[in-house]
């Protein structure tokens, strides 16, 4: 028969053999070897159990205990984590537990309790709650076998000393398990279960009175646990059982017990309701009577301070604090800024006065001194408080210097005072507090570049009052201790500026400039650079525009950071434009403004050239100058040379602005059309040479045909998104062809008529462009009467296209197309004349009826008839009955007034004519019709 094997207990022995030869502990490869054997602990109970043999099981143990011992030699040594001690406890109770079956022997289940209780103890001791549970139920099912064993002993053989002695051990055992497993209760927020625990340990003190003491402190741990997770009523109930516990105790002192109490008044305290701040109170005074300590005596006071107590029972707890032996200074210092806290300054400020008296020659003399400077600030007596820092003056000056540490700290408390003065704009009490702080300084920090600043400081709070000499004499100082400065020399700025010395202003201002200059790629040029914009802030705020602007200007030209260029060119820029506003005769021109433009224009060109690439911030600014060279041209109508330039460097802002292909061309391609309309402006306004003119309009053709190569772009855009099909028609489009349409007519190019070709491939277009062209065809010097007359031709098609067809703009293009035809002196202009007249005719009575206007129907009624009766008088009859016939035709599209007015003498004249037309005989010349 084969011998079953053993996999696991051969792994772990080996692992184990390993772990205990191995000097150094705690490292990567010994961790590693720990965990292992832990996870084969959990599998050797299994494998004894299906395979039990007593030499292997002897073997485990006799390697368990081996282990044990080495894991206390480790611990002893402290070689060893909380975490490693717990896990090597656990390994060798799992191997005890599964190699040690025996339920008779008491020594073996008493070496399995204290194994047990030792493991429970150490994963508490790490805070894993979970494997100490699960090994304290372990433990008490052996601690249930050694009491089962121990019966049965006394059952069979009665009552011994040796087993009363079994008895006694195995209750003390219990006891502990009833501590731990109260431990592990209470960290799982289960405080019913862990009080439970311990009051069925508590009962049992009776056999075990010296562990009093033990059970007291624990419960005094639980306690400040859950003080220490807020959870007051809880920590209320084991400090009190703790005290209770205490009381009987002859092992625990009243030192533990006042300690006991004084937790449970800070509790109380925390809990801040009227019967518990009483409940504190009785806490604290009976420690205070057990143990007095200062930590009680201070709780004491904050009770009775919260208690709102006269000043005669906080003066008594005062005395009863400093008057304890021994009593340190950060005690005193801690009472009174408790007193100020709680508002009592007057008692801080004399607890104050007597610690810095008694301690006047120690080395805490200056936190003293800061101490009570801080109460006086907090009382918000400002004369005291003054009255206090002029002694402290005096005493640094006269008689013993403050620590360098404190004078700073001094420094610092009155420079913050001065700023909050100067804040609320009390200027009086803001020099004050500097000059306070320039008390303190001593010959040895004479050199300190902080007396610089300070100066420029007294000196800013003397221009505030108006104190000009004294101001002026402050910076003279200043620019001793830091002579190149430009703060100081920004200091000396404002002074000529409050004085309206213009002049001296701008020498100063140039000084500034060339310091900056010196300041290149240093970190002081960001700095320096700021106070020059500070000073065209200033200089526009008093309205030396013109100082300003050389402020800025200065900045622009010799700062090579891009932002702070650019930043100076929009303050430039906006003070320029505020100019405009408000004076109508100053020029955009003269003021520089599309240098400017243009300048940051360069600037965020050259950049993007260095970069290779369009970052958000450079294309934010990019857009800002667009947006101002944008609106700035729409505001030059009487200026279209202007107007062109600025419409075309927003153009080219717009290749710099963020990143969006489809909008930028858009942008640009508005911008550029809009420059070609100024271009088109100087032509019909400035050019008075033909030479002149010229240009301006090749101008304009040059600019539409950019606009055409960024429809090309817009269009491939479109085409590579599909999502783009559906976007309405550009209007800017219709406006490129009549811009076009205008040059090339006045240029007298041929390829004119091929703008109305591409016009009328637009889909649905409106009739007003066409009647557009058919005016631009007629304005002198040259006249283009045949695109004029197709032009209108296409209008009247397109009016009688739309929805709601507009018979007052026919009536007029009709008009129009009639005037234009017979200005023509031939035959085959009046036959084309006579059909445009059928058409109208064709109109009114199949479509328009009443809806064509009656003067017009009227003009063209007279027009032709007039056009009928000179054909007459001239011996041209055939021609005269065709016009005279056409217009009798409009004879009854009148109101029945007017065809009284006209029918009979149109009849008469009419049968007249048609008379000598049968007899062809020369008539005399009848008069024609009046409008």
Known sequence: MNRPNYPVSCDLKSLIRDLCSRESQEDGRWCDLVEKALQLSGKIQLELQQHPNKDIMEQMETIAVNLWNFTVSLKTGRRLSLLSNAKLRQICLKIVEAAVTTTEDHMKIKRKIAMGLKTARAWLDTKEITMAASVLELTDQFVKQLQKLIVEDVNRCGSTDSSDKWKLDVEEDLFKLLCYKAEANLTQDDDSTALELIQIAKEMLVKFPHEGAFLAMLCYNFGVELYQKKKFEQAVVWLKESFEMGKYQTNLDAKNQARTLRLLASVYLEMNEEDHILKALNAVTLANNGFPHPSGLFLYLRILLKTKEPNSVICKAISDIMQQPGISPEVGINTALLLSKNERHDLAVGLMKELIKKHEHSSILGELLMTNFDILLASKEKQLLKEFVEYCIVENNTHRALDPVVRRRFHIEFWALAYTADEEKNYPEALDWYNYSLSLYNREESGDQNLARLQRNRATCYLNLGQMDKATDAINEARKWDPSSINTLFMSFKLALAGSNVEQAKDILKNMCSEVAKLENTEKEVEAQKLICQAAHMAYENHRELTASLALECLANCSTDLTQTLTALRCLIRLKLSQVDQDSTVSIEDIGLLRDIRMAYNKLLQEQEITCKKSPKLSEEASWFMRVAWNLALKCENRPDLMKDLFVLSSQYSSLCPDDEENTLMRKKTCLLMAAAACLQQARTEGQLHKTKETFLGEAIHLIHECKFINQQIQQEMDRDS???????DKSDL?????????RCKLQDPAVEDVIEVLLKIPNPDPKPFETIAALSMEP???????????MKIAIRKHLQM??????????????????????????????????YDDVVDLIDRKAQRDYPETEILWLMVKAWNCGVTFYSSGRNELAEKWCSTGMKFLKHLSPSMQCNYSERMTNTYADILDQIDKSKAKKPKKGLEE
């Open 735 to 743: 406006l490129m062809l009549m811009y076009e349409f205008e040059a």
């Open 781 to 791: 010097p040259s006249t283009h009467k045949n695109i004029t007359v197709r032009a």
């Open 723 to 729: 999502s783009l099909d559906t976007r309405s028609k």
């Open 803 to 836: 929805p709601a067809v507009d018979y007052d703009r026919i009536s007029k293009l009709f008009r129009g197309l009639i005037q234009t035809v017979l200005s023509t002196a031939s035959d085959n202009t009046k036959e084309e004349a006579l059909k445009y």
